[in-house]
């Protein structure tokens, strides 16, 4: 079965730091660029961050410019987003997203995992 | 604020068709495919069309999407109580170097 699972999530103080992990499995992880988008109590999806098959190639939405981090281990078939100085207006359920090959599409979601920032 | 803009709400009876629309710019929607993502409350975003027109696989016929110019629409005809979800579109800003999402619409099905 195809599928990512997130994990990692947590409750996190303003100006701390906290990886989140996304755990692919039924399909080959290294042909896939990967998405993080997250999603704020009650609001809208916001994409967040994405990178290539290998790695090389990272992009980010200008408000995690800096402070997050994406990366994957293809041996492990896993991604990551390690974020620092967080703030309050950083929470939200982190997504994982698989972009499809063919037509770039977000074609595989994982279940989300909850980041609450707050002292 | 979104860049692409999208009504907060939207409603139909069963069996009525609805449209959503999706409004952006040149520099997203004029020059790039749109893509269309469904959410029933308490889930992950599910695709429902691709490249403004395209249904994945197991999509029903009666969901549809076209672009024109800078704004696109998806339309869901023959509604059904299963419909009732958030609807976000969604394309890459040149401008932004990013991925963008609209506001996201909530169908209500009455």
């Known amino acids: 079965e195809v599928q990512l699972v997130e994990s990692g999530g947590g409750l996190v103080q303003p100006g701390g730091s906290l990886r989140l992990s996304c755990a692919a499995s039924?399909?080959?992880?290294?042909?896939?660029?990967m998405h993080w988008v997250r999603q704020a109590p009650g609001k809208g999806l916001v994409w967040v961050a994405r990178l290539d098959g290998d790695g090389s190639s990272t992009t980010y939405a200008d408000s995690v410019k800096g402070r997050f981090t994406i990366s994957r281990d293809n041996a492990k078939n896993t991604m990551y987003l390690e974020m620092k100085s967080l703030r309050a207006e950083d929470t939200a359920v982190y997504y994982c997203a698989r972009e499809n090959g063919y037509d770039d599409s977000f074609d595989i979601w994982g279940q989300g995992t909850l980041v609450t920032v707050s002292s | 604020q979104s860049v692409l803009t999208q009504p907060p709400s939207a409603s139909g009876s069963p069996g009525q068709r609805v449209t959503i629309a999706c409004s952006g710019s040149s520099s997203n929607i004029g020059s790039k495919f749109v893509y269309w993502y469904q959410q029933v409350p308490g889930a992950a975003p599910k695709v429902l069309i691709s490249r403004n027109d395209q249904r994945p696989s197991g999509v029903p016929d009666r969901v549809s999407g076209s672009k024109s110019g800078t704004s696109a629409s998806l339309v869901i005809s023959g509604l059904r109580s299963e419909d009732e979800a958030d609807y976000y579109c969604a394309t890459w800003d040149n401008s932004l170097s990013a991925w963008v999402f609209g506001g996201g619409t909530k169908l209500t099905v009455l």
């Open positions: 039924g399909f080959t992880f290294s042909r896939h660029w």
